[in-house]
C-alpha cells in the first residue's frame, strides 16, 4: 500500500530530526562538556561524527536504493537514530559520544538518500519542485524549533539528557508514518539500475551541477558557521541572526514551488546566486542593524539553493536516479567539510594581517572576520557565472524541445 501523503510526512519528522540532532545538540555543549570534563577539541570531534556519518550513509543509501528499497533504508535509519539518541543520553565516556553522535549522523545521512529520491518518484515537474521545496523547509524550521527548546529547556535548568530525548519525538513519529508503507518505483526506465545511474552521471550537465553544488553548498554553510562568530563583535545579536536566517528560510522554501514555477529551477537558482553574493558582501562591510538586512538577503539567496539542486537533477538528469540525487547531496556535505580549515587559515591570515596595521581586541576580531566575509563573496559570485551559462544553456535546450531529455546533451 503507498500513500503519498503518508510518505511526504514521515520524510517531514524525519528531516526535523536530523535537524533537531543539529541544533540542540549545538545548545547543549556547553553543560556536554561541563559536565563530562570534555575540551573544546573534543567536542569538536564529537561533532564532526555528525558530518562523517552524512555523507557516508548518504552514497551508499544511493548505492542500494533500487535494490533494497527506500522502505528499508529508512527502517535502517530508525534504528540508528534511536540506538543514537539512547547511546548518547547514556554515554559515559568521550569515546561513546563519538560512537552515538556517528550512528546519529548515518541515520541522517539515510533519511536524504531515501526521502529525495521518493519525492522525486512520486511527483512531477512544478510539483515535484514543490514538495522538494517544502521538504527541505523542514531542516531550517527544525533548527529553529531546536534551538528555541534547546534555550527554553537550558533556561528552565533542564539537563541535557532530557534535550537529547526531545529527538526521540519526531524519530517516533516518522517512524508510524512510514509503517506498511510502500515506496513508489522509478518513474524514467533506466533510473532504476547502477549502470543507467553511471552512464547519466557521466554526462557534462551532471558533471557541471557536481560543481556547482560545491559551490552552494559551501556559500550557505560556510558564511553561516563563520558569520555568528564574527557578528557577535558588531553590535548585532548573533542567535537574533541564526533564527532570522534558518526562519526566513523555512518560510521561502515553503513557497519555492510558486518561485520556480514562476521563473523556472535555473532562473530561481541564478537569482540565488545574486541575493547570496549580496547578502555576503553587505556582512563582510555593514554592522549594527544593517547586520540584520544582511541576513534577509542572505537567508533568500541560500534557501532555494539545497532542494533547487536536488530538484533540478531529478527533473533534466533523471537516468542518474537515486545515486545521483545522494552523490550530489554528499558532495555538497564533503564540500563544506573541506572548506571548512581553509577559511579558518583565511581568518588567522586576515587577523595577522589586521594585527600589523594596529587593530586590537573586538576591533581586531571584527576587521579580520569582515575580511574573511569579503573573500567568501567569491563562492556565490562564482556561481551568477556559472547559472548564467545554465540558464541561457536550458532556455535554447527548451527552445529546441530537448528539456525533457537533457542528458541527451
Not at 547543549?28 to 556519518?53: R, T
Not at 506498511?180 to 518505483?185: A, V
Not at 557536481?210 to 563583535?233: D, H, N, R, Y
Amino acid at each position: 500500500m503507498t500513500n503519498p501523503q503518508r510518505l511526504f510526512y514521515g520524510s517531514c519528522f524525519a528531516l526535523i530530526t536530523t535537524a533537531l540532532s543539529f541544533s540542540i545538540r549545538a545548545g547543549i555543549l556547553a553543560q556536554l562538556g561541563e559536565e563530562m570534563s570534555l575540551s573544546a577539541q573534543q567536542l569538536g570531534f564529537i561533532n564532526s561524527m555528525w558530518f562523517l556519518g552524512f555523507p557516508i550513509s548518504m552514497v551508499i543509501g544511493g548505492l542500494i536504493y533500487h535494490q533494497v528499497g527506500g522502505k528499508v533504508i529508512m527502517q535502517f535509519a530508525f534504528v540508528v537514530h534511536a540506538l543514537g539518541i539512547i547511546s548518547t543520553i547514556y554515554a559515559g565516556s568521550y569515546e561513546a559520544l563519538l560512537i552515538s553522535t556517528l550512528l546519529i549522523g548515518l541515520g541522517n545521512g539515510c533519511t536524504e538518500a531515501a526521502c529525495n529520491p521518493m519525492i522525486a518518484d512520486t511527483y512531477k515537474g512544478v510539483t515535484m519542485s514543490k514538495m522538494m521545496n517544502r521538504f527541505h523547509m523542514w531542516f531550517p524550521g527544525g533548527i529553529v524549533i531546536g534551538s528555541l527548546v534547546s534555550k527554553f529547556m537550558t533556561d528552565a535548568g533542564m539537563s541535557w539528557q532530557s534535550q537529547i530525548w526531545v529527538i526521540m519525538i519526531p524519530t517516533i513519529l516518522y517512524a508510524f508514518f512510514f509503517f506498511g508503507q510502500q515506496w513508489p518505483k522509478a518513474k524514467v526506465e533506466g533510473a532504476a539500475t547502477l549502470k543507467g545511474n553511471l552512464w547519466a552521471m557521466k554526462t557534462p550537465l551532471f558533471l557541471f551541477m557536481f560543481v556547482c553544488m560545491a559551490l552552494t553548498a559551501i556559500s550557505e554553510f560556510g558564511p553561516q558557521q563563520w558569520v555568528l562568530l564574527i557578528l557577535a563583535k558588531s553590535g548585532a545579536q548573533p542567535m537574533l541572526i541564526l533564527a532570522l536566517v534558518t526562519g526566513l528560510m523555512a518560510v521561502a522554501r515553503y513557497f519555492g514551488g510558486e518561485a520556480v514555477h514562476q521563473f523556472s529551477t535555473t532562473g530561481v537558482l541564478l537569482g540565488s546566486a545574486i541575493l547570496a553574493t549580496i547578502g555576503i558582501f553587505l556582512f563582510s562591510t555593514q554592522t549594527g542593524a544593517m547586520a540584520y538586512v544582511a541576513a534577509i538577503v542572505f537567508a533568500l539567496g541560500i534557501a532555494y539553493f539545497w532542494p533547487n539542486m536536488l530538484g533540478f537533477i531529478a527533473e533534466y538528469i533523471p537516468k542518474s536516479g537515486a545515486l545521483g540525487l545522494s552523490i550530489i547531496g554528499a558532495v555538497g556535505m564533503f564540500s563544506s567539510s573541506i572548506f571548512q580549515p581553509i577559511i579558518g587559515r583565511w581568518i588567522d591570515s586576515d587577523r595577522a594581517a589586521m594585527a600589523a596595521q594596529g587593530y586590537t581586541g573586538d576591533e581586531l576580531d571584527l576587521m579580520a572576520g569582515q575580511a574573511t566575509l569579503g573573500t567568501m563573496v567569491l563562492f556565490p559570485l562564482i556561481l551568477v557565472g556559472l547559472f548564467t551559462v545554465l540558464y541561457f544553456w536550458m532556455r535554447n535546450q527548451e527552445t529546441k524541445g530537448d528539456s525533457t531529455d537533457a542528458e541527451v546533451a
